[in-house]
């Protein structure tokens, strides 16, 4: 009984009654086959996120992807699928998503105006956005165009694979919150 009581304060004092991610692999493995665990994507260098892995799969059907997706979700963790590569994580889709955006706040941005646009870019001074800006007086509409840079593009379009559709109101909604602007993101 000494054994069982110590067992059961090791796993909680170390696990925090969570799973690790090792255990997201064997989920992975059980759905999806065989795996390669790779190095992550150069867009998690540019906004680092913890306790995330890429892991290679060969051929994973839609079907198998949905219960792969589903069971994982059940155990506390996210899978994005890109062809034949994915990315699975502690939490939801739009929380990773948030915490990457989220690497970008608007003290860490540098604002460079150039004309009628504002450019904001990172300390490495790749633009992730820019928006214009309306006069009012000769302006009547108070509309913004934002367009977003190559970086963000990438990390939902390349490495997500996600729709047009679906990134609209996440953006949008990071941009009103984080920056105060509130319009509509171009890609």
């Not at 915490?99 to 990172?122: H, T």
Request: aromatic share 12%; charged share 30%.
């Amino acid at each position: 009984m000494k054994w069982l009581k110590l067992f059961e304060n090791f796993q909680l004092d170390d696990y925090q009654n969570k799973m690790d991610l090792e255990d997201a692999k064997w989920i992975v493995i059980t759905h999806l086959g065989e795996i390669n665990e790779l190095e992550l994507p150069w867009q998690c260098d540019i906004a680092p996120i913890e306790n995330l892995l890429c892991l290679e799969v060969v051929d994973p059907t839609s079907e198998n992807i949905k219960k792969c997706e589903s069971h994982l979700s059940a155990e506390g963790f996210f899978i994005f699928v890109n062809d034949d590569k994915c990315l699975v994580g502690f939490g939801d889709k739009s929380s990773f998503i948030l915490n990457w955006l989220n690497n970008f706040n608007k003290n860490k941005l540098k604002s460079i105006k150039m004309g009628n646009r504002v450019n904001y870019c990172d300390e490495n001074g790749n633009q992730l956005f820019s928006h214009t800006i309306k006069s009012t007086f000769l302006d009547r509409d108070d509309t913004k165009e934002i367009i977003i840079g190559d970086i963000i593009w990438e990390f939902f379009f390349e490495l997500l694979r996600m729709k047009i559709n679906e990134i609209e109101p996440i953006l949008n909604s990071w941009l009103e919150k984080e920056f105060g602007l509130g319009c509509k993101a171009f890609f």
